[in-house]
């Protein structure tokens, strides 16, 4: 699979499009993506730490429909982000000029990185396991960020509940499926990945509860065996089994 089957399968379905029935483009459907958003994925903003960047230069990778580039704008970074896809990039301005934020956006191969800055965090959320050379993007990221900065990313983990599931053909589909290219990676694989990088945390979580049809119609409703798990049974699932590897490194 090369680089253009994964623009053009994201081309035609921008991530997390349809977390709103609203008109793309107005605050009405911005505000309901990132509700569902950060409703689904809450880890995110402890992961993303939004309000630890104010005044910082910040560049996202794959920056999507700009969910996380507009919570890293209203708190205050200075905000660069990139994606393959020009359609993401047109809503992401679009998204950034209704809400009257300051940021910059290109399109933009993360394996073929051109920026003349430095930055003080490159974030990249679900990206660089759909990308065909995740070593050359890695490269590329190492050396666009200032000695001791940050490189937060997230990446599918192999070891997990959903994985188990893709094998065995039990997998509801989601963001993913039919999706060219979507890898999957081990804690050891992440080191090895990111061996030019120090104090590597990796933080596993992340089980999708919600039964997908009526998901769709934004209504959350739990499969029987998640709605009858217990809390603290269902969090060790997600610590030991979740989908996401939140992994913190620095330069
Ligand atoms: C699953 S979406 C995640 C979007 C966003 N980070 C989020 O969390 O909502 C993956 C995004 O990565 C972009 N992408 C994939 N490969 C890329 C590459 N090599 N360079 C830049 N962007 C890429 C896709 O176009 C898509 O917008």
Not at 77 to 90: E, K, M, N
Not at 131 to 155: E, H, Q
Not at 170 to 183: G, K, R, T, V, Y
Request: glycine share 6%; hydrophobic share 35%.
């Amino acid at each position: 699979m090369s680089i253009e089957d994964v623009r053009n399968f994201w081309e035609r379905r921008p991530c997390n499009i349809r977390h709103s029935d609203k008109v793309v483009g107005t605050i009405e459907y911005f505000k309901e993506v990132s509700l569902k958003k950060y409703f689904v994925e809450p880890h995110i903003l402890d992961f993303a730490d939004f309000k630890n960047w104010t005044g910082q230069n910040v560049l996202e990778i794959g920056c999507g429909i700009g969910t996380a580039a507009q919570s890293f704008a209203e708190n205050g970074a200075i905000y660069r982000g990139i994606d393959i896809s020009p359609t993401a990039i047109d809503i992401c301005m679009d998204r950034f000029k209704v809400l009257n934020l300051s940021g910059h956006f290109e399109v933009q191969n993360c394996e073929d990185l051109k920026v003349q800055q430095k930055y003080d965090l490159v974030y990249s959320f679900g990206v660089l396991h759909h990308t065909p050379d995740i070593t050359k993007a890695v490269a590329n990221i190492y050396s666009i960020l200032k000695p001791g900065a940050i490189f937060k990313l997230m990446l599918y983990a192999k070891n997990s509940w959903k994985n188990m599931c893709i094998e065995e053909g039990l997998d509801q589909p989601e963001a993913q499926s039919h999706c060219p290219i979507a890898n999957t990676y081990t804690h050891g694989d992440v080191y090895m990945l990111l061996k030019d990088f120090h104090e590597i945390d990796i933080v596993q979580t992340h089980v999708f509860p919600y039964k997908i049809e009526p998901y769709k119609r934004h209504e959350y409703v739990k499969h029987e065996y998640f709605e009858y798990m217990p809390p603290n049974v269902f969090s060790c699932l997600e610590k030991n089994l979740g989908w996401h590897l939140c992994i913190t490194c620095k330069k």
